[in-house]
């Protein structure tokens, strides 16, 4: 039984790649979370330490949405990757690799065992491909505190990452867990894996530093340096700047931080071809304008593998795990097409872990690639058109919650996608919600025209 479902991705997977011969292919995964006390065994109402105390009733062998992820889960995961696209151009990881449970409960060590075991699945299910990867705010003790400076942590890490990282890599990671490389060692492609944890507001350690790390001046010159040479650089990091767009004016980074990285991505759009990002645990994206407001960028948000259950104040944002593959032009790097799969969980738990496509970017929203433009056109039909709304609210919890996403909703995740900038946020959200003010009957009117419309 389990092997329908392979021939079926498969196929889809070869007849989709063939008609362009400068096509490749790479992954992006993120936010494992990996709970080492998951247990189905225990006679506790929690099995699992990251679910905080919530009861677990229905917890199985795939994990539950109130926890992390158990190993079956990243062993599921590996194996997946490995039937649906075993020899990916490389792999970005984009972190988060511990549960989410008090830093009393882990520790340096259990930290680095932690990032020790899921470096090593990675590695020997890809043994000969190439991994970008990035810390996630939860891979360091204490979580969220990444020092501006030389650390252990981060040489250690940077010592479990060593097949991946060339030794001038290696030497940026350890005084600021950053680095840059030409990509797949090939003249005019480069990638800059980012820490962004150093600008995120939970992290103590950098809140009256300007420039912590100097990781933005570094960039800064490493993205001049890559126009005079004709590069094309893919942007990794996970924490991404912007507005949670489950949590109404949930933003993570400090507020300077979030402007300096905007003027970053402005001043150098032309060399940027996309941008990686995690954290969220869910799937969407963030579009930058230039100052005239034309698209120049797109920065993705690869869904989390872990189900967990995030942030107090969003109701039910569990989702269900999520991996993506990128097709991109090799010769211009254009991001040309994303493919996202997925596991889910609960029937993975009730009959098998069948892992299934999900959905194709430009078949679901009818565009020709994910060039900044196309994913501008995307994110307009999600604001505009009320299927394409649900289309995207079911995607964005990798069709965990299927529930109508009404106008609030449309508010939080249209002014997230569309406005990076804090006071551009806040402008979106007083306008987008002003259209609740609407002649009430029109507006009834026309949300019957569209849901009839949706149904046919
Ligand atoms: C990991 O996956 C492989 C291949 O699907 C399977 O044979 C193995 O039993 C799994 N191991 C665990 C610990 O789940
Ligand atoms: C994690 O790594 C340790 C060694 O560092 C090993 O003893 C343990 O079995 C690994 N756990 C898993 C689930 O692979
Ligand atoms: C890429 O370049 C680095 C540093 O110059 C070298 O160590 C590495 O072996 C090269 N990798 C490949 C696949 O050629
Ligand atoms: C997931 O599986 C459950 C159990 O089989 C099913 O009820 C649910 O509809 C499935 N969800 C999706 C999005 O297919
Ligand atoms: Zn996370
Ligand atoms: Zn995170």
């Given at each position: 039984m389990a092997c329908v479902w392979k021939i079926i991705l498969l196929s889809i997977f070869i007849v989709s790649g063939r008609s362009n011969v400068l096509k490749g292919y790479f992954w992006h995964i993120s936010d494992l979370h990996w709970d080492p006390s998951y247990d189905i065994g225990s006679n506790l109402a929690s099995k699992c330490a990251s679910s905080g105390g919530r009861p677990t009733p229905n917890a199985g062998r795939f994990g539950d949405y109130s926890c992390d992820s158990p190993w079956t889960l990243i062993n599921s995961t590996m194996s997946a990757m490995r039937e649906i696209l075993p020899d990916p151009d490389f792999i970005i990881w984009t972190g988060d690799d511990t549960p989410h449970v008090p830093d009393e409960q882990l520790g340096v060590e259990p930290v680095l065992r932690i990032i020790s075991n899921l470096t090593h699945i990675i590695k020997s299910t890809f043994p000969n491909t190439k991994v970008y990867s990035a810390m996630g705010n939860h891979d360091y003790h204490p979580k969220n505190q990444m020092p501006p400076e030389k650390s252990n942590i981060y040489e250690q890490t940077a010592n479990l990452w060593h097949d991946w990282l060339h030794a001038a890599s290696k030497e940026t990671f350890k005084i600021g867990g950053y680095y840059t490389e030409k990509l797949l060692n090939q003249t005019g492609f480069r990638v800059v894996v980012l820490n962004t944890n150093l600008y995120y507001d939970q992290n103590k350690l950098t809140e009256n530093i300007k420039d912590p790390a100097d990781q933005l001046s570094w960039a800064d010159k490493v993205l001049q340096d890559a126009a005079k040479n004709n590069e094309k650089v893919y942007i990794i990091g996970h924490v991404p700047p912007g507005f949670f767009e489950k949590k109404r004016d949930k933003a993570w980074f400090r507020k300077e931080f979030n402007k300096r990285y905007i003027d970053l991505i402005q001043k150098h759009s032309a060399v940027i071809q996309g941008q990686f990002f995690g954290h969220h645990h869910t799937d969407s994206f963030r579009m930058f304008y230039s100052s005239k407001g034309s698209p120049i960028s797109a920065m993705f948000l690869t869904p989390g593998v872990t189900p967990w259950t995030t942030l107090p104040g969003v109701i039910d944002g569990g989702n269900n795990p999520g991996i993506r593959i990128f097709e991109y032009d090799t010769k211009t790097l254009l991001i040309k097409d994303i493919l996202t799969y997925y596991l889910n969980l609960t029937y993975a738990n009730k009959v098998y872990e069948r892992w299934e496509k999900e959905y194709r970017l430009t078949e679901a929203f009818r565009v020709p690639d994910a060039s900044p433009a196309s994913m501008h056109r995307v994110m307009e039909r999600i604001t505009s058109d009320k299927c394409y709304l649900q289309k995207y609210f079911e995607f964005n919890s990798v069709n965990y919650d299927l529930t109508e996403c009404h106008a609030d909703c449309r508010v939080d995740h249209v002014c997230a996608m569309r406005e990076v900038d804090f006071e551009a946020y806040e402008k979106c959200v007083v306008k987008e919600g002003?259209?609740?003010?609407?002649p009430v009957l029109f507006t009834l009117l026309l949300s019957l025209m569209l849901s009839l419309l949706c149904l046919s």
């Open positions: 002003g259209s609740s003010t609407a």
